[in-house]
């Protein structure tokens, strides 16, 4: 399929043609932006390619509007069209798309057409100022279904150029969507919209789904008549274990960098945070004391766990060095702080505080001790997690009436739902394996 086809995709030029990109900043303070322009996909100079050419160009278009930072060039601004005579330059008439205000412009050609079969696409990207090439990339073998992949790709790349990180559209959301009651199975979706997908189908609920960082698993909590347990969905197998821990309600699960799970065990007193070996047992205690430790998170080196605690009364953000063991307090404002999720790169933990106007998400800088509110509401926003490229963050939230994932960043900014139909819960990320 195409994820080996395009395994073999080569870059269209040697990597000493091309030049630095222009960095888009998107961790430091202030919302950098650049502006894309895209121009006309061609089967050959001047034909304008209109079966899977335009298609593939709706799907890059809808890809890049999910980034607050880039802004795309309205066509009708550009004099003289987007249709050019080549798509590199001498022959492709970049000025028109500097002129319609482009720092950037992306041309598509289709060399042995663009209707029907498997067809062949080369896309690359430009500045506009000089024409210096960015980079580029040729899809063979790509056929109308393989569309929405070539898409991601091509964003993930370019995203990749201009941040340092492409993660988010190699990304697959997982979370929980409420069939009935005592009714929730773990589904899977593009944070775009695409590849829904429903990976269980079991009697009871499911909750709190997170990814294994490998791509392979997904971990869960489990409630039915009789049990709580840890659900373990396998990627490889298509098939749901649950394991259970007699007597212990289960809380909260989560990934260690090496695919070891973190999770919250109560057997009626206070809940401990275990970390399990490679086949679900209990290998040592994380955090425990006499209150409620609950929702471990850990960054991309397996060093920092960020947890939620009520050791000073209401729940409240932690963060615990596990080389030293010392603990440390986060969130220092409000009385009812939870749900905690630590960024990859240690720097921030998001979380969601009960204020007057409902759940917020804020953020909390670990650098700076800066703390930013990310989420205004209305409604209730809860559940929130990040991206691995650590900007990108999902949330749950009520404001559309029913609940909904909504993605925002570590800056904040207006939020962006994902269209999923149902009530959707405890969105998190992760890169599945044999997409990277």
Not at 5 to 17: D, E, K, M, R
Not at 125 to 140: D, H, I, Q, V, W
Not at 248 to 255: E, L, N, Q, R
Request: glycine fraction near 10%; proline fraction near 6%; hydrophobic fraction near 40%.
């Amino acid at each position: 399929m195409l994820r080996k086809i395009l395994a073999v995709a080569i870059f269209l030029f040697a990597a000493s043609q091309a030049v630095a990109a222009p960095r888009v900043d998107i961790y430091g303070p202030g919302q950098n932006v650049v502006n894309l322009g895209l121009a006309a996909p061609l089967t050959a100079p001047n034909a304008e390619a209109r079966q899977m050419g335009a298609t593939l160009q709706k799907l890059v278009s809808d890809n890049l509007s999910f980034l607050p930072f880039m802004r795309l060039t309205d066509p009708k601004t550009v004099l003289g069209g987007t249709v050019l005579a080549g798509v590199e330059p001498p022959a492709a008439d970049f000025n028109r798309f500097q002129l319609a205000g482009s720092d950037i412009v992306v041309t598509t050609i289709w060399p042995s057409g663009d209707s029907g079969g498997t067809r062949t696409v080369q896309m690359r990207a430009f500045e506009t100022s000089g024409g210096a090439r960015l980079f580029g990339k040729e899809y063979p073998n790509v056929s109308s279904r393989d569309l929405p992949e070539v898409a991601d790709r091509f964003c993930a790349d370019l995203l990749e150029v201009l941040t340092g990180n492409g993660s988010f559209f190699r990304s697959t959301l997982c979370f929980v969507l409420k069939k009935g009651k005592m009714s929730s199975q773990v589904c899977l979706v593009k944070p775009t919209g695409r590849d829904f997908r429903q990976i269980t189908n079991i009697r009871g609920e499911a909750m709190s789904p997170a990814w294994s960082p490998d791509g392979r698993f997904i971990v869960f909590t489990h409630i039915d008549e009789r049990s709580h347990s840890l659900g373990v969905w396998d990627l490889k197998s298509r098939r749901v274990q649950r394991v259970r821990f007699p007597g212990d309600v289960v809380i909260g699960p989560s990934f260690l960098p090496n695919n070891k799970v973190a999770v919250a065990l109560s057997n009626g007193k206070y809940p401990v945070i275990y970390q399990l070996n490679h086949v679900f047992k209990k290998e040592r205690v994380l955090e425990s004391d006499s209150s409620i430790n609950v929702s471990p998170t850990f960054d991309k080196t397996g060093t920092k766990m960020a947890f939620t605690s009520s050791r000073l009364g209401g729940p409240q953000i932690f963060m615990k060095d596990l080389s030293s063991g010392a603990v440390t307090r986060v969130s220092q404002n409000g009385s009812y702080n939870t749900e905690a999720n630590l960024s990859p790169d240690g720097t921030l933990v998001v979380f969601s505080r009960l204020t007057s106007y409902g759940q917020r998400i804020f953020v909390q800088d670990l650098v700076t001790g800066a703390e930013t509110q990310v989420s205004f509401g209305p409604g209730s926003d809860e559940q929130p997690s990040f991206c691995a490229d650590s900007y990108f963050i999902a949330f749950s939230s009520s404001r559309g009436g029913q609940r909904s994932i909504y993605l925002t960043t570590r800056h904040g900014g207006d939020a962006k739902r994902v269209p999923v139909k149902g009530d959707a819960f405890f969105p998190r990320w992760g890169i599945p394996s044999g997409t990277r």
